[in-house]
């Protein structure tokens, strides 16, 4: 079904300057468990392109090589290897060491010859880790994992996947979305407009986390050890909220304190009550309790604690640490969002993707929730993650079952 090509090793065109050999880890990085996080970005074939000629394809592939070459020069920690030496600090050495890159071919039918006959069906999700580099895992050496990874799998028709997956350390999703604007702009050859849109300047100068949260070598915290959480078998669904549903989830959550609540915070709330509610069930315990965590851009916000609160205030749990330790069943749900990155606005030349989504993670994350913007309106894609008597439960509430609709197709 799928032919690999190739799979070579990309370093960047200018080597790093000696000055910049080495970039600290933050506390926020060290804390954040090993975890490959993989993304997937579907693009239609250029408007010219016939797509079934192999010259045009190996054009693609060597467009996306020097170009990722070249933006690798300016996101220099992403070409090197963690180092974790004695009286030292966490680290990356950036010694160029470079990131794997593979490009294959869709070499049979995957439903359907081409990518916009694959985004009408129901796209199975265990089929898109085939998109990715390597698996969406835990990692073991860190020493000698590459910080990210991608795959380029171009469709019969034109059409082209690139697979991502990043290493969980210095690299978010926020990052991703910049490094990948101006991959694309390179390749378009359109650098300096890109630059400007991230920042400017070298990826380091725009990573605050080492200077607003500087580690210690004496004072260096373990990763988390339990980041999977319950174990057990999970399921993980692919949910769509379109338009309709994320005006009526806006309208319930707003409040005097919220009159305009974004999708992140309505889509967050209404997810948080129901993976709440379904926890309780299946312990048979109504006295539930739930410590929630939310990632992703706040940037623009007026105020990141005000912001917080908000969020918070939707529904308004009250708890105390005692209560939470010995009287009631603990509710993790850690949801993560990717709204307001713009990754919609990645265009290597051939047009803005047709579809950003995920994959599978090969060790599933119980309770966790990873919001993107669906590629049609204003609507969200949700992977979500549940110990399975959980998930059937929720899979049941006729409510959720109202705004959350299971793996439809994409388009």
């Given at each position: 079904?799928?032919?690999?090509?190739?799979?070579?090793?990309?370093?960047?065109?200018?080597?790093?300057?000696?000055?910049?050999?080495?970039?600290?880890?933050?506390?926020?990085?060290?804390?954040?468990?090993?975890?490959?996080?993989?993304?997937?970005?579907?693009?239609?074939?250029?408007?010219?392109?016939?797509?079934?000629?192999?010259?045009?394809?190996?054009?693609?592939?060597?467009?996306?090589?020097?170009?990722?070459?070249?933006?690798?020069?300016?996101?220099?920690?992403?070409?090197?290897?963690?180092?974790?030496?004695?009286?030292?600090?966490?680290?990356?050495?950036?010694?160029?060491?470079?990131?794997?890159?593979?490009?294959?071919?869709?070499?049979?039918?995957?439903?359907?010859?081409?990518?916009?006959?694959?985004?009408?069906?129901?796209?199975?999700?265990?089929?898109?880790t085939q998109f990715l580099p390597f698996p969406a895992d835990f990692?073991?050496?860190?020493?000698?994992?590459?910080?990210?990874?991608?795959?380029?799998?171009?469709?019969?028709?034109?059409?082209?996947?690139?697979?991502?997956?990043?290493?969980?350390?210095?690299?978010?999703?926020?990052?991703?979305?910049?490094?990948?604007?101006?991959?694309?702009?390179?390749?378009?050859?359109?650098?300096?407009?890109?630059?400007?849109?991230?920042?400017?300047?070298?990826?380091?100068?725009?990573?605050?986390?080492?200077?607003?949260?500087?580690?210690?070598?004496?004072?260096?915290?373990?990763?988390?050890?339990?980041?999977?959480?319950?174990?057990?078998?999970?399921?993980?669904?692919?949910?769509?909220?379109?338009?309709?549903?994320?005006?009526?989830?806006?309208?319930?959550?707003?409040?005097?304190?919220?009159?305009?609540?974004?999708?992140?915070?309505?889509?967050?709330?209404?997810?948080?009550?129901?993976?709440?509610?379904?926890?309780?069930r299946s312990a048979a315990s109504p006295d539930a309790r739930s410590?929630?965590?939310?990632?992703?851009?706040?940037?623009?916000?007026?105020?990141?604690?005000?912001?917080?609160?908000?969020?918070?205030?939707?529904?308004?749990?009250?708890?105390?640490?005692?209560?939470?330790?010995?009287?009631?069943?603990?509710?993790?749900?850690?949801?993560?969002?990717?709204?307001?990155?713009?990754?919609?606005?990645?265009?290597?030349?051939?047009?803005?993707?047709?579809?950003?989504?995920?994959?599978?993670?090969?060790?599933?994350?119980?309770?966790?929730?990873?919001?993107?913007?669906?590629?049609?309106?204003?609507?969200?894609?949700?992977?979500?993650?549940?110990?399975?008597?959980?998930?059937?439960?929720?899979?049941?509430?006729a409510e959720f079952l109202t705004y959350a609709k299971n793996n439809?197709?994409?388009?």
């Open positions: 079904m799928f032919r690999v090509s190739s799979t070579e090793t990309i370093k960047p065109s200018s080597p790093t300057p000696a000055q910049l050999a080495t970039f600290k880890l933050s506390l926020m990085d060290n804390l954040v468990p090993p975890l490959y996080v993989p993304f997937i970005f579907f693009f239609y074939p250029a408007p010219a392109s016939t797509g079934s000629k192999p010259g045009e394809r190996e054009t693609i592939f060597d467009t996306l090589r020097s170009s990722l070459a070249q933006t690798l020069t300016r996101f220099y920690p992403l070409a090197g290897r963690y180092v974790n030496e004695a009286g030292s600090v966490p680290a990356v050495h950036c010694n160029d060491e470079g990131v794997p890159f593979t490009s294959a071919t869709v070499d049979g039918d995957i439903n359907g010859s081409s990518l916009a006959e694959f985004l009408r069906r129901r796209v199975e999700i265990d089929s898109l990692v073991s050496d860190l020493e000698s994992a590459p910080q990210i990874g991608f795959r380029a799998t171009a469709f019969p028709c034109g059409g082209l996947a690139i697979g991502v997956c990043f290493l969980h350390k210095i690299i978010d999703a926020a990052t991703l979305a910049d490094f990948m604007k101006l991959w694309s702009a390179v390749a378009r050859s359109e650098e300096k407009t890109a630059s400007a849109a991230v920042g400017g300047g070298a990826y380091a100068h725009n990573l605050a986390g080492t200077s607003l949260l500087p580690l210690r070598h004496d004072d260096v915290p373990a990763a988390a050890e339990d980041f999977a959480g319950k174990k057990g078998k999970m399921l993980t669904r692919r949910l769509a909220f379109n338009e309709e549903a994320i005006h009526a989830l806006k309208a319930k959550a707003k409040s005097d304190r919220i009159p305009n609540p974004s999708r992140t915070e309505a889509v967050g709330g209404f997810l948080w009550k129901h993976v709440m509610s379904a926890a309780a410590v929630v965590s939310i990632a992703g851009k706040l940037q623009g916000k007026d105020g990141r604690q005000e912001y917080m609160r908000n969020l918070e205030g939707l529904w308004k749990p009250e708890i105390t640490i005692g209560a939470v330790k010995n009287e009631c069943i603990i509710v993790p749900l850690t949801i993560s969002s990717t709204i307001g990155m713009r990754l919609y606005d990645v265009d290597f030349g051939w047009g803005k993707p047709a579809w950003v989504t995920m994959a599978r993670f090969r060790d599933p994350i119980s309770n966790a929730a990873m919001l993107l913007q669906s590629p049609v309106g204003y609507g969200v894609e949700v992977w979500l993650t549940l110990p399975e008597k959980e998930m059937d439960i929720l899979e049941q509430e439809i197709s994409v388009l």
